[in-house]
């Protein structure tokens, strides 16, 4: 930023006055639009959940899986399902999701996906532990895929919740507070049709909307 210090018999000058009274309230102005857009963008972050259009008025709230071990739910997962979102608009293959633990207790994340051209998307980001009172092990992560120096700002943070998972940490339905994203993931890289199926139509119980769900088309190494 320029230096805009003016001489002391500046101040004695009425126009040069007025120049700094006029670059200090636009300053102030300035401030006071960025303080109220973040504030207003905190305030969407931390909205409870709403229904979409068409759907009741009132419904729960979603709750997470409890406990999960992010040790056992680590490694590959492989995406079956979605529904549509701005990170994945260029997918249009294969999708697939890597966990893995790291020193401090969060997760190393990788997440792959095959685009139209063949290509392969890959963004590396880091998941941590939410706690939630009175349920130790809660899966509620929170994912981030900004660079590390601004890793401060909760913003940078997106919600992760699992919803589902079985015992044997083979299949898992992930999802956001405000049902506007969904994941059916599991270890294998096709799953049985009536199984998705059945997580899916779970997923509607919840309030989700599955009838938008993208379903990725295997790659013909598994197809």
């Given at each position: 930023m320029p230096d805009?210090?003016?001489?002391?018999?500046?101040?004695?000058?009425?126009?040069a006055t007025s120049h700094r009274i006029g670059l200090l309230a636009a300053a102030f102005c300035a401030g006071?639009?960025?303080a109220l857009y973040a504030l207003r963008a905190a305030r969407r972050q931390h909205r409870p959940?709403?229904?979409?259009?068409?759907?009741?008025?009132?419904?729960?709230?979603l709750q997470v899986v409890a406990p999960v071990d992010l040790k056992r739910y680590a490694g590959l997962w492989h995406e079956q399902a979605r529904l549509p979102n701005r990170f994945e608009a260029d997918c249009a293959g294969r999708a697939t999701a890597e966990y893995t633990p790291q020193p401090d207790g969060s997760l190393r994340v990788v997440n792959r996906c095959e685009r139209e051209d063949g290509r392969v998307d890959e963004a590396v980001g880091r998941a941590r532990a939410v706690p939630v009172a009175g349920l130790p092990g809660a899966g509620r992560l929170q994912v981030c895929f900004a660079p590390d120096w601004l890793g401060w700002l909760p913003l940078?943070?997106?919600?992760?919740?699992?919803?589902?998972?079985?015992?044997?940490?083979?299949?898992?339905?992930?999802?956001t507070p405000d049902r506007r994203c969904?994941?059916?993931?599991?270890?294998?890289?096709r799953m049985d049709a009536a199984a998705?199926?059945?997580?899916?139509?779970y997923a509607r119980t919840l309030g989700f909307d599955v009838d938008r769900v993208v379903r990725?088309?295997?790659?013909?190494?598994t197809a």
């Open positions: 805009r210090t003016l001489p002391p018999d500046a101040f004695h000058d009425d126009d006071g639009v960025a959940a709403g229904p979409a259009d068409g759907a009741p008025l009132m419904r729960a709230p940078a943070w997106g919600e992760y919740w699992i919803l589902k998972l079985d015992r044997d940490y083979e299949v898992a339905l992930v999802g969904l994941w059916v993931l599991s270890r294998a890289p998705l199926d059945a997580e899916l139509e990725p088309a295997p790659s013909p190494a």
